[in-house]
């Protein structure tokens, strides 16, 4: 596992030239609209590697396993180096692996996929994929993940068929989150967040509901797919686990044009989408993959494809701080996303796209800033520049302040805070008398004078947190006795 590296948290103008490559500006992030910020609803992750490139955290990535790809192990034959560790397989029988073994240290991808019904639909090797978009490394060639210094542990939990056993993708996530799991070799590195690409019929089963939350007090986020409807009417969360498991991350596809992709699935109240990230990406594969790959990169489309974004995006923040709660970096995450090109309600689709860079500037106690292109004179390539500033993230209200005590002159009556998301930093009080400030009145306590008798008194209480709007909410109003 790499060190901590806790980022400075300088921010001034990023600036990235988008257009035709030349030897002053070719790399690999050129051309791959999700991560560049050469499109106003792209994840805008390169705006933030000033700051952050996921340095020391770990994405474990449970899927179909990994494949040796110069873009993330920096070899071709080998699977671990570069910035995958080592990782697990979980998928046994004889007639799934392919491998002809069961659960073991080789999460080795193998490639052959059947769908539930038994119908080849071509080698996917699907991990590989996922893998890349969340961290493939910044070398020059290829492509580049979000987080392109993170470490990835490929957990391999798919074989031959889509489905899933409960049993191995509980264990996996286990695993995944460094907790003991029987008749394995324990994980060197517990993931900051475990992405979940993947999808099975019905509803979230115990064991796995269970995994995720062990998984979530231990520290690691779980990111999953909000999955596709590839035709007919389109499907919802509710119909499929993870995303129909509480406790995550729903991560629904969005298009270039800032719009819901029509294959991504929808969030419903009871399992509401949270964010929303670019669905048609070009990544890492190996040769013969069903996508049509060149270089050992490939272009495919899919939910999946989003979810690694949004775990990318952790490990920046949990580089940035390794202490921010996984509620927090929730709430990062949904407090800067980029708002829909076209309204979309936000249980359906999500608060928004994901903008790794307004993130981790959030993070950092940065104003929230605005990604602008500009063009740049006679060059046929355009500037994007974060540097105007839009409005602050918001405080969400959970409960409101109360007061406490008797309401009788003389007594001594005391305001709780409410209960806020995220936490705020610092705390102000005003005692209201029928609505109006009743002077020097603003502690947390506050003697009843006779001035009160048979008037209704109140408290307003405001909270404040860096790069968070001041927000106030004033109490229930009670007669003086």
């Avoid at 040796?68 to 979980?90: P, R």
Wanted: positive net charge; hydrophobic residues 40%; glycine residues 10%.
């Amino acid at each position: 596992m790499k060190p901590w590296t806790v980022a400075a948290c300088a921010f001034s103008v990023w600036v990235f030239a988008i257009g035709p490559a030349t030897a002053a500006t070719a790399s690999d992030e050129a051309g791959l609209w999700n991560v560049s910020g050469s499109a106003p609803y792209g994840s805008q992750a390169a705006a933030a590697w000033t700051t952050a490139t996921g340095a020391g955290s770990v994405i474990a990535v449970i899927d179909t396993g990994i494949t040796a790809n110069t873009d993330l192990t920096g070899s071709s034959t080998a699977i671990v180096g570069g910035n995958v560790a080592a990782g697990y397989d979980f998928v046994s029988g004889a007639d799934k692996s392919l491998d002809g073994d069961g659960w073991d240290a080789d999460p080795t991808d193998v490639g052959m996929i059947f769908d539930p019904h038994g119908t080849s639909i071509g080698k996917s090797w699907h991990g590989t994929h996922v893998a890349g978009i969340a961290a493939a490394l910044r070398n020059g060639t290829g492509v580049v993940g979000v987080a392109p210094d993170a470490t990835v542990v490929p957990i391999r939990i798919r074989g031959t068929n889509w489905n899933t056993d409960t049993a191995s993708l509980d264990a996996a996530i286990r695993w995944g989150a460094g907790l003991s799991v029987s008749g394995t070799t324990s994980n060197a590195n517990p993931a900051d967040v475990i992405n979940l690409s993947l999808d099975v019929e019905g509803a979230c089963p115990s064991a796995v509901q269970n995994a995720i939350n062990d998984a979530v007090d231990a520290g690691s986020a779980v990111v999953v797919a909000a999955d596709n409807t590839w035709s007919g009417d389109r499907q919802t969360t509710a119909s499929r686990y993870p995303a129909n498991c509480s406790n995550v991350i729903r991560v629904t596809a969005s298009t270039e044009a800032g719009d819901l992709e029509a294959f991504s699935n929808l969030g419903t109240t009871a399992f509401p989408a949270t964010v929303a990230a670019p669905g048609t990406v070009v990544s890492t594969c190996p040769a013969g993959a069903a996508i049509t790959c060149t270089g050992g990169v490939g272009t495919a489309s899919g939910t999946s494809m989003s979810a690694p974004q949004v775990s990318g995006t952790i490990a920046l923040l949990r580089q940035v701080n390794p202490t921010l709660s996984v509620s927090a970096l929730t709430d990062l995450i949904t407090a800067t996303a980029t708002p829909f090109a076209t309204s979309c309600a936000s249980a359906e689709c999500g608060s928004g796209i994901l903008n790794a860079a307004a993130a981790v500037g959030l993070a950092c106690g940065q104003p929230v800033q605005a990604v602008v292109s500009t063009p740049v004179a006679d060059t046929g390539s355009s500037a994007i520049a974060v540097t105007s500033p839009v409005p602050q993230a918001k405080f969400s209200k959970r409960v409101s302040p109360k007061i406490s005590g008797t309401k009788r002159v003389g007594r001594l009556v005391r305001a709780s805070t409410g209960n806020w998301s995220p936490k705020p930093s610092s705390y102000s009080y005003q005692w209201l008398r029928n609505g109006k400030v009743i002077k020097h009145a603003t502690k947390s306590a506050y003697r009843l004078t006779r001035a009160d008798r048979r008037k209704k008194v109140s408290v307003r209480v405001t909270v404040k947190r860096a790069g968070y709007l001041n927000a106030t909410a004033v109490s229930g109003s009670y007669r003086v006795r």
